[in-house]
């Protein structure tokens, strides 16, 4: 898949998928960077249903069913992604049945994540989304190293804006864990080193089995 479609550059804040579009049915696989799910609400408010990463698809619900977009897919930072078009997304998958069996189980553990995920990080308040989020990324995203988990290409106004807060907010949250030794913040990256300390933070005893498997993948685990 990674040979198919077209490579794209796209900038922060650009949205690549729009919610009710009726004419597009192109996938996007993301190749670096994150993205945010979004939906408006009745009340005009934005709502986040998921955030994607690296190795992740956007859009195939569209192409896989001729469906209007249900959700609007915006990037958070800049993003390398390919773009693919319906016709040759569904060819690949004709011609290679293993890899649609795996995309139509991605499908649906999306769709039963969605709700756990706007439950965990809609209805709290900012501080604990905020952790909650930080926790989420580096379980899902980050990179085991010999200080910690590092989560990289991750703003503060990008993690203001995945968890429907002001900058200013997230920025007092982080200075304060910073001065408790709990993150370290590096060039745009936050390094989590006291990941219990952070679950005391969100209230949680243990990262939910919905986050992951911690540590993540990486060079060192947390006990090297």
């Given at each position: 898949?990674?040979?198919?479609?077209?490579?794209?550059?796209v900038?922060s804040?650009?949205?690549?998928?729009m919610e009710?579009?009726?004419?597009?049915r192109?996938v996007f696989?993301?190749?670096?960077?994150y993205?945010?799910v979004v939906s408006?609400s009745a009340?005009g408010?934005?709502?986040l249903?998921a955030i994607?990463a690296?190795g992740?698809l956007?859009?195939?619900?569209?192409?896989l069913?001729g469906s209007p977009r249900?959700?609007?897919v915006?990037?958070?930072?800049?993003?390398f992604v390919?773009?693919?078009?319906?016709?040759d997304f569904?060819?690949?998958l004709?011609?290679?049945p293993g890899?649609?069996l795996?995309v139509?189980?991605t499908?649906?553990?999306?769709?039963?994540h969605?709700?756990?995920?706007?439950?965990?990080?809609?209805t709290?308040?900012?501080p604990?989304?905020?952790?909650?989020?930080l926790?989420?990324l580096a379980?899902?995203?980050?990179?085991?190293?010999?200080?910690?988990?590092l989560?990289?290409?991750?703003?503060q106004?990008?993690l203001?804006a995945?968890i429907?807060?002001?900058?200013?907010?997230v920025?007092?949250?982080?200075r304060?864990?910073?001065a408790r030794?709990?993150?370290?913040t590096?060039?745009?990256?936050?390094l989590?080193?006291?990941?219990q300390?952070l679950?005391?933070?969100?209230?949680?005893?243990e990262i939910?089995?919905?986050?992951?498997v911690w540590?993540?993948p990486?060079?060192?685990?947390?006990e090297?």
């Amino acid at each position: 898949m990674l040979s198919a479609g077209d490579p794209l550059q796209v900038a922060s804040g650009e949205t690549i998928v729009m919610e009710g579009d009726r004419r597009t049915r192109h996938v996007f696989l993301i190749i670096q960077g994150y993205v945010k799910v979004v939906s408006n609400s009745a009340d005009g408010k934005v709502a986040l249903l998921a955030i994607r990463a690296g190795g992740d698809l956007v859009g195939e619900l569209a192409a896989l069913d001729g469906s209007p977009r249900v959700a609007s897919v915006v990037t958070v930072g800049a993003c390398f992604v390919r773009r693919i078009g319906q016709r040759d997304f569904l060819d690949f998958l004709a011609r290679h049945p293993g890899a649609a069996l795996a995309v139509n189980a991605t499908v649906a553990g999306k769709l039963r994540h969605a709700t756990w995920q706007r439950i965990e990080f809609g209805t709290s308040p900012v501080p604990v989304r905020a952790v909650r989020m930080l926790l989420y990324l580096a379980t899902r995203y980050g990179e085991a190293t010999r200080e910690g988990v590092l989560i990289g290409s991750l703003t503060q106004q990008e993690l203001a804006a995945m968890i429907g807060s002001r900058e200013n907010s997230v920025h007092k949250i982080l200075r304060e864990l910073k001065a408790r030794k709990v993150i370290e913040t590096r060039y745009g990256r936050i390094l989590i080193r006291d990941r219990q300390a952070l679950c005391d933070a969100a209230g949680i005893s243990e990262i939910p089995s919905e986050y992951g498997v911690w540590p993540p993948p990486g060079p060192h685990s947390e006990e090297d």
